[in-house]
Every structure is written in structure tokens, then in C-alpha cells.
């Protein structure tokens, strides 16, 4: 038997209790994880479909959470358009040729993503087969994944960013329009190999202005998820993070659900994103709180978000890898028992 209370409450229809997941669910707070992850590079394990299938399952097995997301990486379909990409241990993503220029740009392809990532493919074929709740399959938003070629890695201010936007619109268009149309096939290809539901991380959205979020960002996330719509008919999760001043243009995006970070209270986001279901959005560092305030916490999240037209649990960012992993589990109980899971 499939659960599918996470799907149910994407699309806004009545669910017997909260559904939960947590962003970054799989991963280094995990010493299961760290056992597989010792054994190689963290790009080999994205790589290597049978080992990225089993640590996708393993908070699924540990926790009970009512969703898996596919492990995996936003930059990876960077490299299949013809970026070298490293990670660093202790720095993140570093790419080590910035795309700066028109020539940067000539030479990123479109890539089949059939051909390019079949690893991909073959992980959600594998966890398909093993998973009895559904399956998220995500990308980057082209905003996001822009910052990472631009700045060539991670950056704080957004300096080279920025200025392209502001003296060289058009290469700063030319370059989103191509990674616009990768991330497009890229989300149908996940779709079509079994992915139940699509996120769309837009770590980065809350470091633009409004106005600039409306011309530089919000457009290309549109785009997408037009093209998904006349190919799948999976749920779309939309997650702008540090977003809470941007929902009057993120309800716009066309998904289905919105994520939230913590930096708005879930009612009041509630109240002004409308018809949508919404994703959020516990403090990730909320897990740190002794036992009975993180259930607490996870109780008077539940009551503020009573009004949603469908809530599903999670952070409001990427759990923390110094996260103790039994403070995760208290809080998959709390919102199974305090929102009427029967056991
Ligand atoms: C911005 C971003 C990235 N990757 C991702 C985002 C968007 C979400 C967010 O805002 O947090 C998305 C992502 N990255 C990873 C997943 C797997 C699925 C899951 O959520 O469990 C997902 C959905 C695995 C990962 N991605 C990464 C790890 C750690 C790699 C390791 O094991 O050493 C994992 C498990 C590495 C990564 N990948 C990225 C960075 C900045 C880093 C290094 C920083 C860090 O260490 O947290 C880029």
C-alpha cells in the first residue's frame, strides 16, 4: 500500500493527519550516511544509483517521514551542460571556470537529460520499486544555479552576480534562458521516470529586491513550470528562500505548493498566499531545543497553520548536518501524533 498523504495535501485535498519531510533529509547528521559516504566522493555517490537509492531510503526507514526527495544535487545537470564542477570539503560547490563572458555562455550546451545524467533516471527507476511513500525529484531555480557559474561557487553578496544583471542584461539573459531550458527537460525527465512530485529550490531568491526578483528571477521559474504543466501532471513545490517579502510575486510562479522559510509566521504567510498549499517551515535550528519546546513548537506550528488549504511539515531550510538525528524523529512523532496519524 502507497502513502500518499503527502500528494494528497500538495493538491490541496483533505488529509487524515500532516504529512512530513525534511529538506537535506538525507545526509550528513546521518552516521548511516556518513558509513556510505566515507567510501567515496560525494559526486561519486550522486553517481552511483544503487548507493544514492539507499541513503534517499535511509531517514524514510529511520524516521517515518511521509516523502522521499532523491539524492542528489542541484549542480549536477551543470556539468552535463559542460561545467567542470568540484566540491571542496569544508567550502561547498566550486567551479572553477566562472561564466563571465559571451564565449562562457556559447560554450554551455542544452544536454539531453536522458543521455547526459542516466544515473538519475536509473535512481528513481530503483526507488520506485522500493519506496511506499512518493518520490521528489528537484532541481535548481535558473536564478540559484546562476549564482554558482557566475560567482563560481558560493558567494555572499552576489557581487559578480549583480553586476551582470545591471551592465550585461543580455548575456545575463542569454546564459538563464539556456539554463532555464536544461532545468525544464531536466524536471520532465525526472517526471517521466517516476518522479510523484517536483521541488523547485530557489536557495538564493531572497537576496534580490523585489523588483529585480520580478525581472531576473521569477520569469525563467515561470517558464518552467509552464513547460511542466503541458508535459506531467505532478505536483510543483516552489521554495524561494528568505522569500517572506516576495510571496506577492512567488504566488505567481504557477506552482502548486509554496515553500516557507521561518522567518514568517506559517498563519500569516497562510493568509496571503491564498489558494495555495504551502511547505514549511520550522527553524532548522529549532531541533536543537530540548524535548518538550521542539514539541511544543511543532504543536503551535500545526495550530498556525490550521487554515491552509494543505500543509506538509518541514524546515524552513536544509536540516543541519550537526542535527542529533533522535531530535529529528521527536519531531516526525510530534507532527504525526499531534495532527491524528493512528498508529
Ligand atoms: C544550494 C543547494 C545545493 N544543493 C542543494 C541546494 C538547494 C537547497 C539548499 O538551499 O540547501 C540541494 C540538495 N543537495 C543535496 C540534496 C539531497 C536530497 C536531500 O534533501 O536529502 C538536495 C535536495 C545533497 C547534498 N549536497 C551537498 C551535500 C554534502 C556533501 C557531502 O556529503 O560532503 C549533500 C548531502 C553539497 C552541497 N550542495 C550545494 C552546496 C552549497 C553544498 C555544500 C554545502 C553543504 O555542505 O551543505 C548546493
Redesign the pocket.
Known amino acids: 500500500m502507497m502513502n500518499d498523504t503527502f500528494l494528497r495535501a500538495c493538491r490541496g485535498e483533505k488529509t487524515d493527519y500532516t504529512p512530513v519531510w525534511f529538506?537535506?533529509?538525507?545526509?550528513?547528521y546521518l552516521p548511516e550516511y556518513q558509513k556510505i559516504?566515507k567510501k567515496g566522493t560525494?559526486l561519486d555517490l550522486c553517481k552511483t544509483p544503487e548507493l544514492a537509492a539507499e541513503v534517499t531510503l535511509q531517514p524514510i526507514d529511520i524516521f517515518g517521514m511521509d516523502a522521499a526527495?532523491?539524492?542528489?544535487?542541484?549542480?549536477i545537470p551543470m556539468e552535463a551542460m559542460n561545467l567542470t564542477l568540484e566540491?571542496h570539503e569544508g567550502r561547498?560547490?566550486v567551479f572553477p571556470d566562472p561564466v563571465r563572458d559571451q564565449q562562457a555562455v556559447d560554450n554551455l550546451i542544452v544536454p539531453d537529460p536522458d543521455e547526459t545524467m542516466p544515473f538519475v533516471m536509473e535512481t528513481i527507476r530503483i526507488l520506485r520499486r522500493e519506496l511506499k511513500v512518493p518520490l521528489i525529484g528537484?532541481s535548481?531555480a535558473p536564478f540559484?544555479l546562476a549564482t554558482y557559474l557566475i560567482e563560481g561557487g558560493?558567494s555572499k553578496v552576489f557581487l559578480e552576480t549583480k553586476r551582470m544583471m545591471f551592465q550585461a542584461p543580455e548575456l545575463y539573459d542569454a546564459l538563464l534562458t539556456k539554463i532555464t531550458r536544461c532545468t525544464s527537460l531536466y524536471l520532465q525527465a525526472q517526471a517521466r521516470a517516476g518522479a510523484q512530485a517536483l521541488q523547485i529550490?530557489d536557495?538564493w531568491a531572497g537576496v534580490l529586491a523585489p523588483c529585480d526578483y520580478e525581472r531576473f528571477a521569477l520569469p525563467y521559474v515561470q517558464s518552467i513550470i509552464r513547460d511542466l504543466r503541458q508535459t506531467t501532471d505532478v505536483p510543483i513545490i516552489y521554495f524561494a528562500?528568505n522569500g517572506s517579502t516576495l510571496l506577492g510575486h512567488t504566488t505567481t510562479a504557477g506552482a502548486d505548493v509554496l515553500g516557507l522559510d521561518w522567518r514568517i509566521n506559517i498563519g500569516d504567510a497562510i493568509r496571503k498566499v491564498g489558494d495555495h498549499a504551502v511547505q514549511g517551515n520550522l527553524d532548522p535550528i529549532a531541533l536543537f531545543l530540548p524535548r518538550d519546546e521542539l514539541r511544543q513548537r511543532v504543536h503551535r506550528l500545526l495550530d498556525d497553520a490550521r487554515d491552509a488549504r494543505g500543509h506538509i511539515f518541514n524546515l524552513g531550510?536544509?536540516i543541519l548536518p550537526q542535527t542529533p538525528p533522535e531530535q529529528a524523529k521527536i519531531a516526525v512523532d510530534a507532527v504525526h501524533e499531534y495532527s491524528g496519524k493512528k498508529a
Open positions: 529538506m537535506r533529509q538525507a545526509g550528513r559516504r560525494f526527495i532523491l539524492f542528489s544535487d542541484i549542480l566540491f561547498g560547490p528537484f535548481g540559484t558560493s529550490f536557495s528562500n531550510h536544509g
